[in-house]
């Protein structure tokens, strides 16, 4: 069974920088599209950003563009999320999530994906 895990969250003040690492076991994330989705209580998830295979990242929420990044790790089949400058409105659930099929790019649409994680929480206080 594949599993897929977040960690890295926590509580961190506003203009700080956390980087959220994602692995899953049993399955190469050299041939996935892995992509960091975020959630608050009552709102839909929706795409913070993905890598596809060769690398190339695409950002999905303007307001985290040029503070966050994405990388990953073929030797340890781990994906990363780097957040700088952190915003309390960036306080949410973050999850990974990945697949290996069509379609065959980043979308945007969680029910494009497979597996995922249990989220990992990022709290950023004013």
């Known amino acids: 069974q594949v599993q897929v895990g977040e960690s890295g969250g926590g509580l961190v003040p506003a203009g700080d920088s956390l980087r959220l690492s994602c692995s899953g076991s049993?399955?190469?994330?050299?041939?996935?599209?892995v992509s960091w989705f975020r959630q608050t209580p009552g709102q839909e998830r929706e795409l913070v950003g993905g890598?596809?295979?060769?690398?190339?990242?695409?950002f999905g929420i303007d307001s985290v563009k040029g503070r966050a990044s994405i990388s990953r790790d073929s030797v340890f089949d781990m994906v990363y999320l780097q957040m700088d400058n952190l915003k309390p409105e960036d306080t949410a659930l973050y999850y990974c999530?990945?697949?290996?099929?069509?379609?065959?790019?980043?979308?945007?649409?969680?029910?494009?994906?497979?597996?995922w994680g249990q989220g990992t929480q990022v709290t950023v206080s004013s």
């Open positions: 999530a990945a697949k290996l099929d069509l379609p065959m790019y980043v979308s945007r649409w969680p029910a494009d994906y497979v597996y």
């Open positions: 049993r399955l190469a994330f050299r041939n996935a599209f």
């Open positions: 890598v596809i295979r060769t690398g190339e990242t695409t």
